[in-house]
């Protein structure tokens, strides 16, 4: 069906409920995070678990991703936006109501499943809801509904868990999602249900990539422990390997293709999707590493944990007006190479963090990531969109944000694993040291100095061991949250390799 060609009030009170949609979506991984921790004890879940509450949701997103279109063309675009979002309203409710962990896991994919139809629901509506000259006016509200996420969702997840509960973090979704649901539903008519589209829904290739991520989640999660030598590990590494095989195979020969990867045969293309994975690892992993440091190092409310996490999508939502001006001016090699290099630093500085850093310590290295995080995001999106055909836009839009989706959900599993894994042996070399009589463990760790003067200590009995031995765990689950920073930083500074390979634009005159 043709845009309408006036941009009535009934268009825009549809398209803005849309994006009141899009922006609850978003808003989910911001506001979950500021309670995790919260999450984790009301549930009775160890620090171990608590990854495949974010990791759920973005692998259910991914897989949606690739399936958007289809179902956009069979239930027509208002259909597949509406049913998406009453799935994402009932799976809210049940996330709301689960009383046990693997309940809360099973809605949060559910919940991304839905939340990944949502998001390029919307940026399509923009292009055919409105004639030409008013589509740039939609898409600068869909994208600016969008950046106010990351910079509202760690305090409003903070002051919900904070004054109700963690549940309401959740059921705040029932009733947007249903008035957005039938708003959408009356106001925005753009196009038919094509049921013949069904049948172009290219299922072999769809079960390769939900096996393939599933497996992949699970052996992250699972072969640390046991130090990737177990039968079920490789079992898990090869069923990995083989549904993925199974994946791309079928992208590449099938007539319609699930995910059509025929853009990665440009170099441009194929360096920006490299980077958007990069950038999706770093993003989603220090929404994850940073409110665990803060509820289980230095035991912050909901609340205190939304507020500092504010700094970074405060200045996020603040350097984006000034990243717009600079695609304008410089080409997309440079500004990614220079957003990359700031949240490279915004995450090693986080590095150096002590059981004893807080708000103050962490103020210039979000101020840094959110800074940087346009500045990797606009210019990507531009190499990778701008030379593609109209009809390949869709789907090249597609494959770069499931790709940005894929590396966060890869990113915390990693994270997540250095994490959970490495506070045993720290402890054990912290406590070696302590023994020795090291001075500077003793402070890190925070002891009393004037008792280590570098000679072994003796006398130490089980009284002293039982005193010191929390303080010893807490430092080394710092040193694991700083290995963490490490590895998302070393990544995203050694993706500055990538960079000379996007196409190079000349700036405008």
């Not at 072969?223 to 590449?252: N, Y």
Request: aromatic share 8%.
């Amino acid at each position: 069906m043709k845009a309408r060609s006036n941009g009535a009030v009934r268009d825009w009170l549809g398209f803005g409920a849309m994006c009141v949609g899009m922006f609850v979506a978003l808003l989910d991984i911001q506001v979950v995070s500021a309670v995790l921790p919260a999450m984790g004890s009301a549930l009775h879940t160890g620090l171990d678990r608590l990854s495949w509450i974010q990791t759920a949701y973005l692998t259910g997103e991914v897989i949606a991703v690739a399936l958007s279109g289809r179902l956009s063309r069979a239930l027509s675009t208002t259909g597949a936006f509406s049913a998406a979002t009453i799935g994402f309203v009932i799976a809210s409710a049940g996330c709301a109501a689960s009383s046990d962990f693997a309940s809360l896991v099973v809605w949060r994919t559910i919940q991304g499943l839905c939340g990944g139809v949502i998001i390029p629901t919307v940026f399509s509506a923009g292009y055919r809801i409105f004639p030409k000259q008013l589509q740039a006016r939609a898409l600068l509200l869909a994208g600016g509904v969008a950046m106010l996420a990351p910079s509202l969702g760690p305090l409003v997840g903070g002051f919900i868990g904070e004054r109700l509960s963690w549940n309401w973090v959740f059921l705040i979704n029932v009733p947007t999602g249903i008035v957005v649901a039938a708003t959408a539903y009356a106001a925005v008519h753009v196009d038919e249900p094509d049921p013949r589209a069904w049948k172009a829904i290219d299922l072999p290739a769809l079960l390769g990539l939900a096996g393939s991520l599933t497996m992949l989640q699970v052996l992250l999660k699972l072969a640390p422990g046991d130090h990737w030598r177990s039968w079920r590990d490789l079992g898990l590494c090869c069923g990995t390997v083989l549904a993925g095989a199974v994946f791309v195979t079928r992208s590449v020969g099938a007539r319609l293709p699930l995910v059509d990867l025929t853009p990665l045969k440009s170099t441009s293309f194929a360096a920006a999707c490299a980077l958007n994975f990069v950038v999706g690892s770093a993003l989603y992993g220090c929404v994850y590493v940073l409110p665990l440091f803060l509820g289980f190092v230095r035991r912050h409310s909901s609340l205190e944990i939304g507020l500092i996490m504010t700094v970074m999508g405060a200045t996020q939502l603040i350097a984006a007006p000034l990243a717009t001006l600079a695609s304008k001016r410089f080409s997309a090699a440079w500004l990614t190479a220079v957003g990359l290099a700031l949240f490279g630093a915004g995450l090693v500085l986080n590095a150096f963090s002590t059981p004893e850093s807080d708000a103050a310590a962490l103020f210039w290295p979000q101020v840094l990531r959110g800074a940087a995080a346009m500045f990797c995001i606009l210019p990507l999106t531009t190499a990778a969109l701008d030379p593609q055909p109209q009809g390949q836009l869709a789907n090249a839009s597609a494959l770069l944000n499931l790709m940005r989706n894929l590396g966060g959900a890869i990113g915390i599993g990693i994270v997540d694993t250095v994490i959970n894994v490495r506070p045993p042996a720290i402890a054990s070399h912290l406590t070696t040291m302590l023994l020795a009589g090291n001075r500077d463990a003793a402070a890190f760790v925070g002891l009393p100095t004037s008792l280590f003067r570098g000679t072994p200590l003796h006398g130490v009995g089980p009284a002293q061991l039982a005193f010191a031995r929390p303080l010893v765990e807490r430092a080394a689950l710092t040193v694991a949250f700083n290995e963490a920073w490490l590895i998302l930083g070393g990544l995203t500074i050694a993706a500055l390799a990538i960079t000379p390979l996007l196409r190079q634009n000349a700036p405008p005159p």
